[in-house]
């Protein structure tokens, strides 16, 4: 494989599909699209038109292709586990869009595929571990320059929801990404979880809990706040403050300059998740891309360990959500096989 370019099949042609197509045509080196599968044919082919990949309906088609290398799943999540076993059973590496599966009970099954075949070959999309800025507060929190982590404050803002998002996505489908980076930047489980919300804004959906406040319990005594509010209005924000015992960092602040001028002041609001992670989306893929190559996994990637983690953090959080009551994330003992290297 190391001779010659990855040679990448992709399933799923929707929204983030078609950016990953664009991303691995034009903007990982080292690898190209051959194959894009979707249920709706037309679809496919239109993101596989200009790339020189082929389309099909099928996504079973692609992942036995002998000319696909490795697969990138863009498909929605309650359809990840069949795919992903497939993939495991051909012994090809992916990239799995978040979430690895929807539910911990299925997260399992994939993890003891993967176990049982002895080789590392999955990783999920959680695409903030390369970000420039969370990468860089990572560094800073495991250098112990501010002394030891106490404090997340994180928010999570869009600035609107699409057709059908309901209280349990909010959860499923944008927390779970402080899920994972909460377990990342401070190397601790996730020991509890729990969910208020206050009087829903105008501009939400009747019927959506918009916004709401997480609260996150680490194992290692950390608390994490997380602001979620799906329609914001006024664009894209994704921040996290970091409270140590001898200083504070920030990410996330709002994108370009800040500029002063008569009397007021401001600067930009990033529109969606894309403006926002770009740059990180392509460099998960390079990372991902370059490894797959070389017959191995980016250790700076999450495992199917990491998506499995996330899964049991979510389904803890809608029950929270559900009860109003503090819920407890209840793990599978780490198997050896995902021990950190």
């Not at 197509?21 to 496919?44: F, I, K, Y």
């Not at 939400?204 to 950390?222: C, F, K, R, W």
Request: with cysteine; charged share 25%; aromatic share 6%.
């Amino acid at each position: 494989m190391s001779e010659h370019d990855l040679r990448v099949g992709l399933v799923g042609a929707g929204r983030m599909g078609a950016d990953h197509a664009v991303r691995v045509h034009e903007r990982t080196s080292g690898a190209r699209l051959v194959a894009v599968a979707d249920p709706d044919l037309e679809r496919a082919q239109q993101v596989a038109d200009g790339t020189g990949a082929r389309a099909a309906q099928d996504p079973y088609d692609v992942i036995t292709a002998s000319d696909v290398d490795a697969l990138v799943i863009a498909s929605p999540g309650a359809v990840h586990e069949p795919l992903l076993l497939a993939a495991i059973e051909r012994g090809v590496p992916v990239l799995c869009e978040k979430p690895l599966t929807p539910d911990a009970q299925s997260s399992l099954r994939v993890l003891e595929a993967e176990e049982k075949r002895g080789q590392r070959l999955i990783q999920v999309g959680f695409m903030r571990r390369f970000d420039a800025e969370y990468v860089e507060l990572k560094r800073l929190l495991g250098s112990g320059e501010l002394g030891r982590a106490l404090l997340l404050h994180c928010a999570h803002r869009n600035p609107f929801s699409p057709p059908g998002f309901t209280s349990q996505m909010m959860v499923y489908d944008s927390v779970v990404h402080e899920f994972d980076t909460t377990r990342w930047l401070l190397d601790d489980e996730i020991a509890a979880v729990s969910v208020r919300a206050p009087r829903s804004s105008e501009q939400s959906p009747e019927g959506l809990l918009d916004p709401q406040l997480v609260t996150i319990e680490t194992a290692g005594g950390v608390l994490v706040d997380v602001e979620i509010f799906v329609n914001c209005g006024f664009g894209y924000q994704v921040r996290c403050e970091a409270v140590a015992e001898r200083g504070t960092a920030l990410i996330g602040a709002d994108g370009g300059p800040l500029v002063h001028r008569n009397k007021q002041w401001g600067g930009a609001v990033t529109a969606d998740f894309r403006d926002r992670f770009g740059a990180a989306f392509d460099r998960e893929f390079q990372r991902w891309a370059d490894a797959a190559r070389r017959g191995e996994v980016d250790g700076e990637g999450a495992s199917a360990w990491d998506g499995y983690a996330a899964a049991v953090a979510c389904e803890a959080g809608v029950r929270a959500q559900a009860t109003g009551d503090r819920t407890e994330v209840e793990l599978v003992d780490r198997p050896d096989f995902y021990a950190k290297s």
